[in-house]
């Protein structure tokens, strides 16, 4: 997918070179960074007040999964983060993994990042925008962190090209150790997300032959990443660290202690916990007390529907969700002590949220996840989230999850793009105030900057793409009440459409994820989706469509559904055709008295009727759970 730079690599090379040499050449121009009198630039070790920058990612967690954000799982590390800083509770991101990064770390549009889809469909392969890497036309957050002085480290998942030459290390990181595909077993076994695929980690760029005996992922990661800072303790220049955790995405995988501390835990089924974690956020004011609970999803399975053993099975599943993301909270607790006792705390913003919404998808959705293929894991009972089992968290647990907002992981409704995010300031203590304005992933590159006193090289450079959001800290500093005023922001991926601003969502799902027709929602009033009021308010509506339909042009969207989902769409029109055709025949053969035909004609004519409604429903959903 996207990789279609490898028969190009002389080419890239080139324009990555010139790239770099177009930063560089504007940093040193503009002062950022300072040249001496012999025209040599300095070693940019003058610190100032820049503080070091701590950016952690969690892949996958839902918005409720955390204590601050409402969840039982014990996390006294995230939660003294937020106790200590700000919880943002309308913190917004993109529906899948890889969208989200690209956004994160350059601050622009995926669209103009490279990584405009995760499947990318034949009428975008080869596009600009579609590269399936970070092209050449963005500057990259380490890349613009580094040129003033920064230096730059990162563990944990990349998900945003393959090659050496797309690697984080090519992209402005100084140490690394990563990841690159979207997820893998936890484990030093290495095994793939799906068949035919490879586990691929690379350290500085080159790749990593095997993993360590006892590799685990969450606490892999932090080991380096402590690593490095303490052989760095006495370099005076400030870090940035993008600690991009692989935890809890699937498959699950979690220590035995550590599951066996949730035994138990979750015996009563996904309802009850939805219903507990719901109560939690409406009590400590993460959603207003106006905000009812949604009616669940009529597509995902009920706990009483399942049998004894399936009960068994996703309880389990559960439990071993809970215990990566304790376990990663506890790895989140080791890099907090050792910035406290080499007195950097104070020093150093840090900043935590999740890449997407809780994951419903079932792992039968991954290519090439067949029978023959799942019966190679040993997934019995004992064995769920040990080494060799390959289990999800599930539809039903992922909608607990989510708990107030509508579905989940990729999708642009609440439920895939609002995920919990902390800012702990340098200096600490914010008082664990909540901030409920809207705010999106793209204004995080602009607040890093704008605490490191770092300009983007953009502003001179016309070759590269400028910053789409806005630095954060006029909020934070209660400043200013709301951030995105009268800016509108879209979202397209895979098909799926949506357009926020000033409270108002406009959202178009094609079939069979919805009825392929814009909604429209009004997020003040009604955060969790349920009342379409298309119809009642038609002008907001086209107002949102047609700035929407501009941003798609701005950003160089080309739309193309998937081929799943186009087949759907064609499925819908042979269906119309059906209706069209078979009504006509009704009417000759009444009008000509055969009587027979008459009633086959509309019995087949009601019937595609039907089932165009059904399809136009969003019930087939239920199907992809
Ligand atoms: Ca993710």
Known sequence: MGQQDCGHWYKFCTVTASRKVRVAAWLILTGAIPVTAL?????????????????????????????????????????????EGLRLSNFHVLPTCAPTRAVLLTGVDNHRAGIGAQAITAEQEGEPGYEGHLNSRVATLPEVLRAVGYRTY?????????????????????????????????????????????????????????????????????DLLLEWMERDKNNER????????????????????YIEKYRGRYDRGWEV??????????????IPAHHQLPPWPSVVKRWDSLSGLEQANKARDMEVYAAMV???????????????????????????????????????????????????FDN???????????IVMGAGWATASTAAYRLLKGFSTEGGIRTPAIVRLPGGSSGGEIHDAFVHVRDLM??????????????????????????????FEGRVGSMYENEGIGYELHGTRAYIKAGWKALQMPLPLGSGKWELYNLATDPAETKNLADKEPDK?????????????????????????????????????????????????????????????????MSSLLLILYTKSGQLLALMF
Request: proline share 6%; charged share 20%.
């Open 380 to 390: 019995s009972l004992e064995n769920r989230g040990a080494s060799g089992s390959f």
């Open 446 to 475: 602009p607040t890093f900057l704008e605490l490191a006193n770092a300009q983007h090289p953009a502003r001179e450079d016309a070759a590269l793409a400028t910053l789409a959001g806005n630095s954060l800290m006029p909020l």
């Open 39 to 83: 025209g040599q630039p300095e070693d940019p070790t003058a610190r100032g007040d820049r503080p070091n920058i701590l950016l952690i990612v969690a892949d996958d967690l839902g918005y409720t999964d955390i204590g601050a954000f409402g969840g039982e799982i014990d996390t006294p590390n995230l939660d003294r983060l937020a106790a």
């Open 273 to 286: 916990l939805r219903q507990e974690r719901f109560d939690r956020l409406q009590e400590s004011g993460l």
């Open 154 to 222: 990162h563990t944990g998942k990349w998900h945003l090209g393959h090659e050496e030459n797309h690697g984080p290390h090519a992209r402005g990181f100084d140490e690394t150790f990563t990841l690159l595909a979207g997820g893998a077993s936890h484990y030093a076994d290495a095994a793939p997300l799906r068949p035919g695929s490879a586990a691929v980690y690379r350290r500085n760029g080159k790749l990593v032959e095997s993993l360590p005996h006892d590799f685990y992922s969450s606490r892999h990661y932090t």
């Open 326 to 376: 304790d376990f990663m909270d506890e790895q989140i607790g080791r890099v907090y002590r050792w910035l406290e006792a080499n007195g950097e705390l104070d020093n150093t913003l840090i900043v935590f949220l999740s890449d997407n919404g809780a994951n419903g998808f079932p792992a039968h959705l991954y290519p090439g996840h067949d029978d023959e293929y799942h019966a190679r």
């Open 238 to 257: 400030p870090f940035f660290a993008y600690l991009a955790y692989t935890a809890p995405h699937d498959p699950l995988h979690a220590p035995p202690a």
């Open 541 to 605: 509506l086209a107002e949102l469509v047609a700035e929407h339909m501009a941003y798609e042009k701005d950003q160089g969207v080309i739309y193309s559904l998937p081929s799943v989902l186009n087949r759907f769409v064609q499925a819908q029109q042979l269906l119309f055709v059906l209706m069209w055709t078979t009504l006509a025949c009704f009417v000759y053969a009444l009008v000509r008295g055969y009587r027979k035909s008459a009633i086959a004609s509309v019995v087949v004519s």
